[in-house]
């Protein structure tokens, strides 16, 4: 119950691409969703968060679309660069915990 | 600029041997997170310190240790590292246990055991 799914493990995109990056979790008591880039020998950074009390969040080119009943949300990034090639994590929290998805090594060919 | 500063970058020990990782935090937050990571990976939690009150994850080996000798520093000691204890550390803080939108992790460590 404590899990959150993700996938693709990876994936490939052109420039100027679309990747999408999805998660499920079970555990209804999360009530913050973020999604965290990690760059090769650096710790996660915040990219961009939303709660379920909202179905869609945009920041900059990243989008967060949240379906509650589903227990499903999902990572946009709209006009991909090839400097967004790194290694995304969806995650759920409660309390004091964040629970990590298994990661998503997203790459963006010039 | 850096807040959360873990060192060093990389540590290379013997196995059994015991070493400690260091983390910093110039945020003044209440609480200091320490997450394993390996090799592709996503990052489990190990433990935090919530001020000076410890919390232990329930499947968290005897073998990881924690010391919190004031607010801004932690440290995680590893007693004595086996072969499969070789992974990043990352240190995170929090201004209080759910203070997710200034969750703040480190650079990490990264721990070889040989």
């Known amino acids: 119950q404590q899990q959150v799914k993700q996938s693709p493990q990876s994936l490939i995109v052109q420039k100027g691409g679309i990747p999408i990056i999805n998660c499920a979790y079970e555990?209804?008591?999360?009530?913050?969703f973020p999604w965290y880039q990690q760059f090769p020998g650096k710790g996660p950074a915040l990219l961009i968060a939303?709660?379920?009390?909202?179905s869609e969040k945009k920041e900059g080119r990243f989008t967060i679309s949240f379906n509650k009943s589903a227990k499903q949300f999902s990572l946009h990034i709209m006009d991909s660069q090839p400097g967004d090639s790194a290694t995304y994590f969806c995650?759920?929290?409660?309390?004091?915990?964040?629970?990590f998805g298994s990661g998503t090594r997203l790459l963006v060919r010039p | 600029d850096a807040m959360v500063i873990q060192n060093p970058r990389y540590q290379v020990t013997q196995f059994g041997k015991p070493v400690t990782l260091s983390c910093s935090q110039t945020?003044?937050?209440?609480?200091m997170y320490w997450y394993q990571q390996k090799s592709s990976q996503a990052p489990k939690l190990l433990f935090h310190?919530?001020?000076?009150?410890?919390?232990n994850e329930a499947d968290t080996p005897d073998n990881f240790q924690s010391r919190r000798p004031n607010t801004s520093f932690c440290f995680l000691d590893i007693r004595s590292p086996g072969l499969g204890d070789a992974a990043m550390y990352l240190c995170?803080?929090?201004?209080?246990?759910?203070?997710?939108?200034?969750?703040?992790f480190g650079s990490g460590t990264r721990l070889t055991v040989v």
């Open positions: 995170a803080t929090s201004r209080d246990p759910g203070g997710w939108d200034g969750y703040t």
């Open positions: 555990n209804t008591a999360f009530d913050y």
């Open positions: 939303i709660r379920p009390d909202v």
């Open positions: 995650a759920a929290a409660s309390s004091y915990k964040l629970i």
């Open positions: 945020l003044n937050h209440n609480v």
């Open positions: 310190y919530y001020d000076k009150d410890f919390n």
